[in-house]
């Protein structure tokens, strides 16, 4: 009998401890996807962030309970509702001014199974905290979603023409997605075989260069491939005012046409990049190939491999703007994205690390400001804002490298801005044009290092990402400490601080001075490479 009293004690104590959780305040808000049918068919699946009070929602589908959705009157629920009862429905309230617990509060009063929220703002989603903890007996759940999912529901509620059915849950999210570790290696590999190719692609200057669609000679075009754009001091000023003024530009006036443009630019890069990269390095290999030229009206005499590599860039590149919004668009984009980060890599170089320690503190200014110093201006974060396209009617900036989230239920990209790969590329093939000069090895030179350097500093953007909640980091936050400060701090003990510090490739090459430019000369390579810059998340 006292056995049997025991565990009735017991099983009184848990269900009270259940209840009371029901409305105790968690300090973790669920990730919620909400299934939709109209009229019994199935639409788009929206997603929200869930209360940290009420009910706790189910993590697997399965386990959801599909319920019909209704606007009541008022409609931000914040005082009682119509004498219309919401038994059994999930409501479908506005923001309004009053406390989340005491809209969810009204909503259970009238028999709501639960609430969803549409926000009002359109930066980020607020946490439903709790208020009145002393009174607060919620049991049911409540979500926030967006103000643009918001109106997708609100319209099709509007007039009572369609019935709406909704079911919430809170799938897990993997702690580590492969996509991760897919878009590490992307991005080390890239930088890496940027700051190899030209000793990949190397080949006797006397078979010809083959690599451009041009009217000139083979001697001028030589010279012209040949020719290296040198970063100065003033292309950090340059940098920052273009870049800053570019991307205010896309922020105020970004729509579908304004990101058609830079699509159309996307193309037009990755296609020139491309088409140099595989002819260079196919005719590094099979050096005869270019010899065999046709004469093309307003082109002149054109190597046939050259012309051929041409057409398939061309016609990749048409392929995927006109799929860049199916699932699989973003192997098209990093394929090009890849192409284009190599070739800017190669017609740009930094003389010494002076002029790479005012561009790359420059651009680990300018991310840090317009991530997250902007919103105290702006009142949203800029970068980020660009980064999600907001107003661009369903289209995406295409200047970054792209992984979809394998193993994620709320699905997305993990993404890079090819600015946090050209500007630590450009130290990083510094470093190996360093190490050749100076004939080091890989231990005791600086390339390796800086590597390694660039892949720590990517491993702290994916932690701090994972620690903030997925809140977007401006990489260069983490990249220039990690091959700025690695390059300097080497360079300090070693006692070559100074030569790396007022380093000129000139002054050991002389005869490569005819083919090298400075930086301010090429308005057209600042406005690619700041253009480039402008993209990264």
């Known amino acids: 009998m006292a056995a049997s009293n025991l565990a009735y004690t017991i099983l009184l104590l848990c269900s009270l401890s259940v209840a009371a959780s029901d409305s105790s305040c968690r300090t973790t808000p669920q990730q919620v996807i909400i299934k939709m049918w109209i009229n019994g068919t199935e639409g788009n699946n929206i997603e929200g962030l869930g209360a940290l009070f009420g009910e706790t929602l189910p993590v697997h589908e399965k386990e959801g309970i599909r319920l019909p959705a209704m606007i009541p009157q008022p409609v931000d629920c914040c005082s009682n509702l119509s004498s219309k009862q919401l038994s059994g429905s999930i409501a479908i309230c506005q923001r309004g001014d009053c406390d989340f617990s005491t809209k969810a509060e009204v909503v259970q009063s009238r028999g709501g199974s639960g609430m969803l929220v549409i926000d009002k703002k359109g930066d980020g989603l607020p946490v439903m905290d709790c208020s009145n903890t002393e009174t607060l007996n919620i049991s049911i759940p409540s979500v926030v979603v967006t103000k643009s999912?918001?109106?997708?529901?609100s319209k099709a509620l509007a007039g009572g023409r369609s019935s709406v059915e909704l079911l919430l849950y809170a799938p897990l999210r993997p702690v580590l997605d492969m996509s991760v570790l897919f878009l590490w290696f992307m991005a080390v590999g890239t930088v890496t075989c940027a700051s190899l190719w030209k000793g990949l692609t190397v080949r006797d200057k006397s078979?010809?260069?083959?690599?451009?669609?041009?009217?000139?000679?083979?001697?001028?075009?030589?010279?012209?491939?040949?020719?290296i754009v040198e970063i100065n001091m003033m292309s950090a000023v340059v940098f920052?005012?273009?870049a800053s003024a570019f991307l205010l530009l896309l922020y105020y006036f970004m729509s579908s046409w304004f990101v058609w443009l830079l699509i159309v630019l996307f193309c037009i890069g990755g296609i020139q990049g491309m088409h140099s990269c595989v002819v260079s390095l196919v005719s590094s290999k099979w050096r005869n190939l270019g010899k065999r030229k046709v004469n093309i009206p307003?082109?002149?005499?054109?190597?046939?491999f050259s012309l051929i590599v041409f057409v398939f860039c061309f016609a990749f590149t048409v392929f995927w703007a006109a799929h860049?919004?199916?699932?699989?668009?973003w192997i098209g984009q990093d394929i090009l994205g890849i192409f284009l980060i190599i070739t800017v890599l190669q017609l740009a170089q930094l003389p010494n690390i002076k002029v790479a320690t005012v561009l790359l503190c420059c651009a680990f200014l300018y991310d840090i400001f317009w991530v997250f110093l902007s919103p105290e201006i702006f009142g949203n974060s800029v970068m980020i804002a660009v980064a999600e396209g907001d107003n661009s009617g369903g289209e995406s900036i295409p200047m970054l490298l792209r992984v979809p989230r394998f193993y994620d239920p709320f699905g997305g990209y993990n993404m890079i801005g090819f600015g946090d790969l050209v500007f630590p590329g450009l130290l990083v093939a510094f470093s190996l044009?360093?190490?050749?000069?100076?004939?080091?090895?890989?231990a005791n030179g600086y390339f390796l290092w800086l590597t390694v350097g660039y892949g720590l500093g990517l491993l702290f953007t994916y932690l701090a990402l994972y620690l903030m909640n997925g809140h977007g980091q401006p990489a260069l936050l983490y990249l220039v400490p990690c091959t700025l400060g690695t390059i300097v701090i080497l360079g300090l003990v070693r006692g070559e601080l100074k030569d790396l510090w007022?380093?000129?490739?000139?002054?050991h090459s002389p005869s490569t001075n005819s083919s090298r430019r400075s930086f301010t000369d090429r308005v057209d390579c600042v406005s690619e490479t700041n253009y480039i810059e402008v993209r990264s998340p």
């Open 502 to 507: 007022n380093y000129s490739l000139d002054d």
């Open 149 to 153: 999912d918001g109106e997708v529901l």
């Open 240 to 242: 920052v005012i273009t």
């Open 324 to 329: 860049r919004k199916a699932s699989y668009s």
């Open 433 to 442: 044009r360093y190490d050749k000069e100076k004939k080091k090895g890989l």
């Open 298 to 304: 307003l082109f002149g005499n054109v190597s046939i």
């Open 207 to 227: 078979e010809g260069n083959y690599s451009q669609l041009s009217l000139k000679e083979s001697s001028e075009t030589d010279e012209e491939d040949e020719e």
